[in-house]
């Protein structure tokens, strides 16, 4: 049974920096992508960032990008989303999903098929 699991949301003034982790269990591909998502209330969810498991090629939506930095440990089978700099517009329920591997845009969420998701992680900004 494949399981993914968020953690690391919480409350934070602007500009400050919180890391989430994603662990995901179960999943035997062996070239992957892994994608965080973000809903805020009233919002559709959006793509915030993804990374290859083949090649570690990152990829970020405009609004994060120089701000957000996605990373995994595969020992560990755990990805990560250092964010920084936050801004109240990034308060958003943030989700993680893993997909085999395939030449898409994996910050679409119709990327991932499999539809494999977390349960989400709540992230507050304050101003």
């Known amino acids: 049974e494949v399981q993914l699991v968020e953690s690391g949301g919480g409350l934070v003034q602007a500009g400050g920096s919180l890391r989430l982790s994603c662990a995901v269990s179960?999943?035997?591909?062996?070239?992957?992508?892994i994608g965080w998502f973000r809903q805020a209330p009233g919002k559709e969810r959006e793509g915030v960032s993804c990374?290859?498991?083949?090649?570690?090629?990152?990829y970020y939506a405009d609004s994060v990008k120089g701000r957000f930095t996605i990373s995994g440990d595969a020992a560990k089978n755990t990805v990560y989303l250092q964010m920084n700099s936050l801004k109240p517009e990034d308060t958003a329920v943030y989700y993680c999903t893993v997909d085999s591997w395939w030449n898409g845009q994996c910050l679409d969420a119709s990327y991932y098929g499999m539809n494999y998701w977390g349960k989400g992680t709540l992230v507050t900004v304050s101003s």
């Open positions: 990374i290859s498991s083949s090649d570690g090629t990152t």
């Open positions: 179960g999943f035997g591909f062996d070239d992957y992508a």
